[in-house]
């Protein structure tokens, strides 16, 4: 039935394609060439795009890749003639399957649009009009291009949400937004995009602000789709490791135009412009430690539309300009070998700059306990006297100057336990101790001044500690003078400026008030306040989760190398594994409150033995373009609600692996080395193996599996 | 729901029994005594003072808003009625009934042979005008909301600015001028007396008139509002870029959004117009309920005006109720289970 529907309206593009592609394959999609776009303000013209050509093949994915503010997204409203009332563009062309569609008439880009070609957006929830049911809102989209029927557009809908496999379509049809998860809404967005079978679909970072697991299964839901559709994709996002795996061709963006073009393995391998090879240093790698590499991060920022230099717009933050042939006006693309451009003056002049390999001496492994949970449990009661589970019977240790990662979807408690050790909360039962203390249950306003100093947080967004009234450099002097660290207006100002240059701001910046700092500047002041109080423990929560990848690798060598100096503890909350490898000594993976499965880092990486934990790790999208045809587990539906937690092991529901007994008892707790536990029926050192597990389970979905 | 429903109905009955001892407690700063209001000026003090006694007025404020509701309720009769006290008031429904507002001291007659006929009056103007105004103010909100700062918007701004600044006596005067007496197509006062030779109809024409100028405005400037912050949003883009035209995308996916912040505020016009137009009921000399309202609290007539406040808060918390309900069926996501 559904096949039948699908093929009775199954559009010209299918049949162009299968009997078009000899003909067809030299020609281009979508050709930009010379685009030119401007925001036309009261005063001043910004200038957002100065000139960028590209072209996507038919059947291509190509991936636009750049710090954010480098015009990705000006670039795909620009195709779709959507740039506002301000907005325009001032020169050069947009051909779409042979048709110009700048200076289009709203009749043509209205034919356009969600038929040829279809856009899924960064916030899924804000992309769904909030007070119509999905039914209607998708029904839409045969109805206006198709002009089908009411009933049979339903039909089409409901058999789309099965394509992205969505569980229950029926009764997804007739739900709200609101009513769905981050990553259903999302799948409901690339139902919405492909109903009427584009031949392009825009990617504007799909699967930023979800979780590692859902962008797991959205990326390979997207892999599929596409080819079963045969669509091609124009994918924007500012990581590069995200996209690697998904994109034939790769264009490296910054400050509205092209640096850098090339096959996404070529790019990979042989990175020609400093800015690629600055952007692909940024990645932290599942395959290293922080014991091996160092982050290497691109100093300073993207200049705004206003301030771009002469010649190279890379330049001022580029080691190897040279003036003279960097600032030249004429600076054009070189082509390194056919398919592979680059804009650089200097290309020739140097090939990869190996990473600098930081050995960092390990820390004292015998060292104490600095901070060591035992069974912290923490309920929430919710109404009709039922309780919801935030975390249950936690239990691990941190030594000193150790960092431990505290990893999980979100929702599985990691926050909870954070604002627990701080005091901003309280656990229901169970011990931290803490410097001899027991503080499971004690407040912020019922810790004494000394507790207080010793363990400080850094949160995901810095503008929940800087007081937008106050200059930076204010929550700095006040930590410092509430805690005596130093006494006096000299002393004080002189430490003040100390942290500053610790956290490498120049000291210019501390009378500024936070609204006119970027993100990673003040996350930057969030960390000297921290170290400012002099702690003996930092609860770091998702400290760069909001920032840019390449501000990210920035502030993370930034709180490695002050943690390191400080002989600091830290708790690390992340939900980002490969940057968990990259800064942590201990892993504990959670799940729905519970501790799954914890070890060191060689450990967890090494041979993860939990289920769960594996199919986090296999989410990982690898940047080595030879890697990442590697199976992926994909985890079945959603976590369930901490208020009805499943009786026998809580990851039944999801696991791969599951055994008879799992829905039924409680999984014992299984030690395999000092370091190393897991909480799992499955002992992984009795019978099989189960280093590479993970490939012969009969539930594991193989990327482009059947068609 | 039905808890919901049990709980808001508890809460309007508890929101009315305060009302009303708020206005009872206020009358007692009220000039004159009810004994003085109910003999009228010439009676004798002597008289006034044998009145009150029957009526124990002396009594603490608590008992005798106790004996006002009891009265109300048909539990005991109304004390103004006895025969005793002398005032020949008499309630053809009798001393004691359910409802039984009592004895409006200033019409002499029972509380309900009044208002009610007011509040029907009332309305019919207010029901005719609101008609009115939500339709107009949708569209002038919904189109001057569409392009912020267009010549459109500019242009319904302008007279959704300047209808809502002029006020209600200034329009009415204005309108009697031109249709009454420079172009006698309507009457100048609208009595709702069939026998003044104009039909009620277009006695209604230019109260309706005055207070559609007076108010569309101002509601028309909210929708507008609500409809800028809508078409920014970003689900309108996706509607847009789906392929949608204009048209499509403010009926299909702006308007419901946008009037869900409104509203209330529509709604709440309902009370304006039920209790609040004194002055355009003055200009034209309607039988209408605010005026109704002003005479009763400008004489002390206390059972008139706690009968009208419990009208109007009635109205007040119902239409509430209503507009929760309509946020609900609005909006999805603050629906109850
Ligand atoms: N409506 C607008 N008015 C003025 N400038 C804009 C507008 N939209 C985007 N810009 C500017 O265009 C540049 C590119 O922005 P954008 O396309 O959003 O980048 P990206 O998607 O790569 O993050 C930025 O400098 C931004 O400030
Ligand atoms: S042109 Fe010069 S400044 Fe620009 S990227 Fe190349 S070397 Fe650096
Ligand atoms: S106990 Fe069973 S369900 Fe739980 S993780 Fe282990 S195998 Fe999976
Ligand atoms: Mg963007």
Redesign the interface.
Known sequence: MNMEVRNAQRPASQLDLSNGIPCTAQEPLLQIHDLRIEFRGKDETVVAVPGLSLDVMRGESYGLVGESGCGKSTTAMAI?G?LG?TGAVTNGSIRFDGEELVGAS?RQL??????RI??V?Q?PM???????TIGAQLA??PR??LGTGRAQALEMARAMLRDVRLPDAGDMLKR?P?QLSGGQQQRV?IA?ALLARPSLLLLDEPTTGLDVTVEAAVLDLIAELRHRYQTSLLFISHNLGLIAESCDRLGIMYSGELVEEGATGEIFRRPRHPYTQGLIACIPDVDSDKHSRSLAAIPGHIPLPQERPQGCLFGPRCDGFVAGSCDRVDLKPDEVEPGHQVKCARWRDFSRREEAAVVVPDGDRDAGDAICLTNVTKLYGTSRGRSLKANEAVTFSVKEAEIVALVGESGCGKSTLARIVTGLDQATSGQIRLADRNIAELQARARPKKLLQSVQMIFQNPDSTLNPSHSAAFSIRRSLIKFGIRKGKAAVDRRVRELLEMVRLNPDLAERKPEQLSGGQKQRIAIARAFAADPSLIVADEPVSALDVSVQAAVVTLLLDIQRANKTTMLFISHDLALVRHVADKVVVMYLGKVMEQGTVAEIFGGAAHPYTQALLSSIRSTDPDRSKAAHIQLRGEMPSPVDVPRGCRFATRCHRKLGICEQEAPPLRRLSSSHEILCHIDPTAGQTVSDGATRSADITREPAND | MTRFLCKRLIMMMVTMLCASFLVFAVCEFSPGSVARKSLGPFATQQQVDLLSKKLRATDPLPVRYSRWLGVLLGLIPDPLQAPDSGLNFNDPRGAQYFGNFGYSTLNKLPVNDVIWNRLKNTAVLAGLAFALIVPLSIIFGILSGL?EGGALDRFLSVICITFTSIPEFASGVFLVTLFVILWPLLPGTSQLDPGSGWSIPSQLVLPVAVLVIYDFGYVARMIRVSMIGVME???I?????????TR?VIF??AL??AM?APFTVLLLQINFLVSGVVVTELVFAYPGFGRLLLDASLFGDIATLEAATLVTVAIAVTTQLVGDLGYML????IRVK
Do not use: C, W
């Open positions: 779709l959507y009332r709203p209205r034919k356009v649009r969600g038929r279809a856009m957006y916030d804000s992309a769904l009009n909030p007070v119509r839409e989209v206006i291009h709200y609101h967005v919405m | 392009k949003r970003p689900f883009r996706t509607a847009v870029l789906k392929g949608m035209n499509q299909g996916h419901r959004n869900i609005l909006d999805p996501r």
